[in-house]
């Protein structure tokens, strides 16, 4: 009841517009607002997603919570939606050439952590909002919380859901992370957009796993960019799919025609460093611990430690069938406690080949206990004698 009378006597459209004056000077570069009402079409759609095993595991579980702002605030009024940009083009990109190949990270982990620059610039309008309304109430949300960040950037006009999923602003495209603030405030909501993907199909094309089932629907078990975060031996379809990608997948936003020359650069925070966007793949096989924190720990790519990324770059390197990897590979294969580094570098030495590959993966199905080892092994030592007119055609598959 108090709260009720404390916020009576605001005009709540001009304290919106002087809010989104005051987002360009805090960094954001785009504010809207949207209602706290529950989300009933999103809730059935994420119930048809489960039902077809599409979820990647990440997503809050609790569908009830993911669409229903009242169930995490007492009495919400409005969400306030942030848009953050962040840079899409390596400058000086280090080269990837033999002896010395690189793995790729994508764009949004480059540079800090986005969690915390997101919620730094909540923060600060956090701050301001307090100042004009002191009896604010407000709960913000960067990724990891329970809401669909896309769903509220949605509502909130920041953008339309397209048919890669992606939330892409019409000015900005969609090299944007999303964050919210769920509060007490009645500001006046905005309008969604409408959908401008139009007869584009250029995403579900270029999708290197056909993840992309259909528009805005996406099968995350096949996405690479949840493959690339997974801790666990990646399914032998997808190993080369995966590229050199160490973390993250970018494909189906690159070909996007509206992110066509944008790029962003004026947020410092993501300024990337090539070495780190690009990394020398060999390097990262011998990463301790420790080292990983230092070069990775404050990026985005940082969330699921160093043996997703150890694998991936094992992964790469068998793409690029980089022979001076092999005495590396064959270590991992016979010595490392990890079984699935020991599968991953299995299939890297069959996709390389020769001698010593050959007879080190000999070796191993003499050794190993492990099942998912020795079938990588197993399928590995069918290829590693191919002629080279077989090579050829199993490239082609
Ligand atoms: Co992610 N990810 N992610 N991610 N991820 C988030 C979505 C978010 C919002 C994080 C953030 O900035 N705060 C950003 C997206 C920003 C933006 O849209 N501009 C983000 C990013 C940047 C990425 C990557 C680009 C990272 C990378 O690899 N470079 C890729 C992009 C892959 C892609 O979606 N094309 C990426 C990958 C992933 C994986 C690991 C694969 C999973 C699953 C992604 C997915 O479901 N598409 C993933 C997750 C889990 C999330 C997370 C934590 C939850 C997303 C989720 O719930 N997915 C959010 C943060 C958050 O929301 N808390 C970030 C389930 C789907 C069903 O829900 O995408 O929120 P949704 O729902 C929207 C659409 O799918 C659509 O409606 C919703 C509103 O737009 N929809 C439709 C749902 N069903 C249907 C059905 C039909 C018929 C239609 C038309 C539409």
């Given at each position: 009841m108090m709260e009720i009378e404390q916020l009576n006597n605001y005009n709540w459209a001009a304290l919106k517009e002087e809010m989104k004056q005051q987002a360009k000077e805090l960094g954001i570069d785009q504010i809207g607002v949207a209602s706290a009402d529950p989300f009933t079409e999103l809730k059935q759609q994420l119930i048809r997603h489960r039902e077809l095993g599409r979820e990647s595991g990440f997503e809050e579980p609790d569908l009830d919570k993911r669409t229903n702002p009242a169930l995490l605030f007492d009495a919400p009024q409005s969400i306030i939606a942030i848009a953050i940009t962040y840079t899409s083009k390596l400058e000086d990109a280090p080269r990837s050439v033999e002896g010395a190949r690189r793995g790729f990270i994508a764009r949004s982990a480059w540079g800090m952590d986005y969690h915390h620059v997101l919620k730094d610039r909540l923060q600060k309008l956090e701050d301001w909002l307090r100042e004009k309304v002191p009896a604010l109430r407000i709960e913000s949300m960067v990724d990891t919380g329970a809401l669909s960040d896309r769903a509220v950037a949605e509502r909130a006009g920041l953008g339309w859901s397209a048919k890669n999923c992606m939330i892409i602003?019409?000015?900005?495209?969609?090299?944007i992370f999303l964050g919210e603030m769920i509060t007490n405030l009645p500001l006046p909501p905005d309008t969604p957009l409408t959908d401008q993907c139009g007869t584009c199909t250029k995403c579900l094309d270029a999708c290197p796993t056909g993840?992309?089932?259909?528009?805005?629907?996406?099968?995350a078990q096949k996405c690479i960019s949840f493959l690339t975060q997974t801790k666990r031996v990646v399914p032998e379809q997808y190993l080369r799919k995966m590229g050199n990608r160490l973390y993250g997948c970018d494909t189906c936003q690159l070909v996007c025609p509206v992110n066509r020359h944008k790029n962003w650069t004026h947020q410092p925070e993501f300024e990337p460093d090539p070495e780190l966007a690009k990394?020398?793949?060999?390097?990262l096989l011998k990463l301790s611990n420790r080292q990983f924190k230092e070069q990775f720990?404050?990026?985005?790519?940082?969330?699921?430690?160093?043996n997703p990324i150890q694998r991936n770059a094992v992964i790469g390197l068998g793409n690029f069938k980089e022979a001076g990897a092999v005495p590396d590979l064959i270590t991992i294969l016979l010595e490392d406690p990890r079984h699935v580094l020991r599968a991953t570098a299995a299939w890297s030495l069959g996709r390389i080949g020769g001698e010593a590959a050959k007879n080190a993966l000999g070796q191993a199905a003499e050794t190993e206990e492990h099942e998912e080892v020795l079938q990588a092994i197993a399928s590995s030592l069918k290829k590693v004698d191919y002629t080279a007119e077989e090579r050829r055609l199993d490239d082609k598959l």
């Open positions: 602003s019409p000015e900005l495209g969609s090299w993840a992309l089932v259909g528009p805005g629907e996406l099968d990394p020398l793949l060999l390097p720990g404050h990026t985005a790519a940082a969330w699921r430690g160093k």
